[in-house]
C-alpha cells in the first residue's frame, strides 16, 4: 500500500474514537522516543482534536508518555489574543498542555494577535516557518522529507464540515502555497477570518497523518475526501504522510462512505 492510501478505522461513537485515538498516539509517541531519543506531534484545534487531548490526559495514555522529550506544535491556529478561548492554543491548554509535565521549550505555539508580531498575521506566520526551520535536521536514512520542516512523527487534522484542514479551506489560496511552510490566511469562511496556517508542502512532510472526524455533520466531507473529490475541492483530499495515512473516523461520520471503503468497526 503506498504511503499516501488513505488507511481508514471505523469506531462505534466519537468518545471511542477519541479513546483509541489517544491510545494509539501513545503508543506511537513511545515507539518515536524509543528509536529516536524524542517524539513529536503537531496538535489540531476543533472538537476531535480536543476530545483526543482529553482522552490523552487520563491515566493510563498520560503515564506511558515521557513528556519531558515531546514536541508539541500546531496545524494552524485563529488568530487572536493570547487566551482567547476561541484560540487552538488556550483550547489544548486546556484540556491536556497545562496537565502534564511538558519541556515549555518544547511547546511550539503560533502567535497570537497581541504578541510580539501585533496584528501582522503575516509576520506571524513567517516566524512560526522560522521556529520549524530551525527544528528540521535531514535524515538521510528517512528519504524524502521537506529541508525546512521537522519530520514530525504525527500530524494531527480535524476535517471540517466543508473538508478543511488545518485553516485550509476549499477554493482558499492558502491552499495552492508551494513554497511557503506557513501563511497567514485572511478572510477564511469559519471564523475568525485571520488565521495562521501549515501549508500542504508542511504537513505533507510529517511521516503520518492522522485525519479525525466524528459525528454525521462531517459524513459528506469524509465521503467527498474519501472517494475522489479534487484537491482545491476538498482540503482533506489534498494531505498525506510519508509513511502512513489514517483516518480515524466514528460511525456517524462513515456514514455516507461507499460499501467497499468502509471497514468493519474498530
Ligand atoms: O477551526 C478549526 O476547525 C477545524 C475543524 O474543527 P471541528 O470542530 O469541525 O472538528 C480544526 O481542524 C482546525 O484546527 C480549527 O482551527
Given at each position: 500500500?503506498?504511503?499516501?492510501?488513505?488507511?481508514i478505522?471505523?469506531?462505534?461513537?466519537?468518545?471511542?474514537?477519541?479513546?483509541?485515538?489517544?491510545?494509539?498516539?501513545?503508543?506511537?509517541?513511545?515507539?518515536?522516543?524509543?528509536?529516536?531519543?524524542?517524539?513529536?506531534?503537531?496538535?489540531?484545534?476543533?472538537?476531535?482534536?480536543?476530545?483526543?487531548?482529553?482522552?490523552?490526559?487520563?491515566?493510563?495514555?498520560?503515564?506511558?508518555?515521557?513528556?519531558?522529550?515531546?514536541?508539541?506544535?500546531?496545524?494552524?491556529?485563529?488568530?487572536?489574543?493570547?487566551?482567547?478561548?476561541e484560540?487552538?492554543?488556550?483550547?489544548?491548554?486546556?484540556?491536556?498542555?497545562?496537565?502534564?509535565?511538558?519541556?515549555?521549550?518544547?511547546?511550539?505555539?503560533?502567535?497570537?494577535?497581541?504578541?510580539?508580531?501585533?496584528?501582522?498575521?503575516?509576520?506571524?506566520?513567517?516566524?512560526?516557518?522560522?521556529?520549524?526551520?530551525?527544528?528540521?535536521?535531514?535524515?538521510?536514512?528517512?528519504?524524502?522529507?521537506?529541508?525546512?520542516?521537522?519530520?514530525?512523527?504525527?500530524?494531527?487534522?480535524?476535517?471540517?464540515?466543508?473538508?478543511?484542514?488545518?485553516?485550509?479551506?476549499?477554493?482558499?489560496?492558502?491552499?495552492?502555497?508551494?513554497?511557503?511552510?506557513?501563511?497567514?490566511?485572511?478572510?477564511?469562511?469559519?471564523?475568525?477570518?485571520?488565521?495562521?496556517?501549515?501549508?500542504?508542502?508542511?504537513?505533507?512532510?510529517?511521516?503520518?497523518?492522522?485525519?479525525?472526524?466524528?459525528?454525521?455533520?462531517?459524513?459528506?466531507?469524509?465521503?467527498?475526501?474519501?472517494?475522489?473529490?479534487?484537491?482545491?475541492?476538498?482540503?482533506?483530499?489534498?494531505?498525506?504522510?510519508?509513511s502512513?495515512?489514517?483516518w480515524?473516523?466514528?460511525?456517524?461520520?462513515?456514514?455516507?462512505?461507499?460499501e467497499?471503503?468502509h471497514?468493519?468497526?474498530?
Amino acid at each position: 500500500m503506498s504511503p499516501g492510501t488513505p488507511q481508514i478505522l471505523v469506531h462505534q461513537s466519537k468518545d471511542e474514537l477519541a479513546e483509541a485515538a489517544a491510545a494509539r498516539l501513545g503508543a506511537r509517541v513511545a515507539e518515536a522516543q524509543e528509536a529516536r531519543g524524542s517524539a513529536s506531534v503537531v496538535l489540531t484545534g476543533g472538537r476531535n482534536g480536543n476530545a483526543l487531548l482529553a482522552a490523552l490526559a487520563a491515566p493510563p495514555v498520560r503515564d506511558a508518555i515521557d513528556w519531558s522529550r515531546l514536541d508539541v506544535w500546531w496545524g494552524d491556529e485563529r488568530f487572536l489574543p493570547e487566551g482567547d478561548a476561541e484560540r487552538n492554543h488556550t483550547q489544548a491548554r486546556e484540556a491536556l498542555l497545562d496537565t502534564v509535565p511538558l519541556d515549555p521549550a518544547r511547546v511550539h505555539a503560533m502567535a497570537p494577535s497581541d504578541g510580539p508580531y501585533g496584528a501582522d498575521v503575516e509576520a506571524a506566520a513567517e516566524a512560526y516557518a522560522t521556529e520549524l526551520a530551525s527544528a528540521a535536521r535531514l535524515d538521510p536514512a528517512e528519504g524524502p522529507a521537506h529541508p525546512l520542516v521537522p519530520a514530525f512523527d504525527v500530524l494531527l487534522l480535524g476535517v471540517g464540515p466543508d473538508t478543511h484542514v488545518a485553516s485550509l479551506f476549499p477554493e482558499h489560496p492558502a491552499l495552492q502555497e508551494t513554497e511557503r511552510t506557513v501563511v497567514g490566511v485572511h478572510g477564511a469562511p469559519k471564523p475568525p477570518p485571520t488565521r495562521i496556517s501549515l501549508t500542504l508542502p508542511a504537513i505533507r512532510a510529517a511521516r503520518e497523518v492522522w485525519l479525525l472526524a466524528a459525528g454525521e455533520d462531517k459524513a459528506s466531507a469524509v465521503a467527498l475526501a474519501l472517494t475522489g473529490g479534487g484537491e482545491l475541492q476538498a482540503p482533506a483530499a489534498a494531505v498525506h504522510g510519508r509513511s502512513r495515512t489514517l483516518w480515524l473516523l466514528d460511525r456517524a461520520a462513515a456514514a455516507q462512505l461507499p460499501e467497499d471503503l468502509h471497514p468493519p468497526l474498530s
